[in-house]
């Protein structure tokens, strides 16, 4: 019987370590340096700015299919801080990239991009 339980304790262990293992691969989204972001334009139309742009995500080796998953942002001082995140995605990772931003940059004086660490920041945009 104690033989059965450590089994049963054994295999629970295991079952509990490849889950985190797996959330933390597959469900983790992590932000993407600057220095892999290549920004093509920033138009403002009809009443919405438009950021386009092309990620370089080469020399990386990825198990699972990983690619624009999405923004943060934040304002602050009239500047506005952009942050793209990556994640494992569904279909093909796509290397360009739009993200719209519904009057977000009417009051801001300077657009950035940030990545994982407030030293990496990049202006992309001024008045």
């Given at each position: 019987?104690?033989?059965?339980?450590?089994?049963?304790?054994?295999?629970?262990?295991?079952?509990?370590?490849?889950?985190?293992?797996?959330?933390?691969?597959?469900g983790r989204e992590e932000y993407i340096s600057t220095y892999a972001i290549d920004i093509d334009?920033?138009?403002?139309?009809?009443?919405?700015?438009?950021?386009?742009?092309?990620?370089?995500?080469?020399?990386?080796?990825?198990i699972f299919k990983q690619g624009f998953s999405g923004i943060d942002y934040r304002k602050e001082?009239?500047?506005?801080?952009?942050?793209?995140?990556?994640?494992?995605?569904?279909?093909?990772?796509?290397?360009?990239?739009?993200?719209?931003?519904?009057?977000?940059?009417?009051?801001?004086?300077?657009?950035?991009?940030?990545?994982?660490?407030?030293?990496?920041?990049?202006?992309?945009?001024?008045?």
């Amino acid at each position: 019987m104690k033989k059965v339980l450590l089994i049963i304790s054994i295999l629970c262990s295991a079952m509990i370590a490849s889950a985190y293992y797996l959330y933390d691969i597959v469900g983790r989204e992590e932000y993407i340096s600057t220095y892999a972001i290549d920004i093509d334009e920033i138009t403002h139309e009809a009443g919405e700015w438009v950021v386009r742009g092309t990620l370089d995500a080469s020399g990386k080796a990825f198990i699972f299919k990983q690619g624009f998953s999405g923004i943060d942002y934040r304002k602050e001082n009239g500047d506005f801080y952009l942050r793209l995140r990556y994640g494992v995605v569904s279909e093909e990772p796509a290397k360009n990239f739009e993200v719209y931003l519904k009057n977000e940059l009417d009051d801001i004086n300077s657009v950035y991009l940030q990545g994982n660490s407030s030293e990496d920041v990049q202006l992309i945009w001024q008045k």
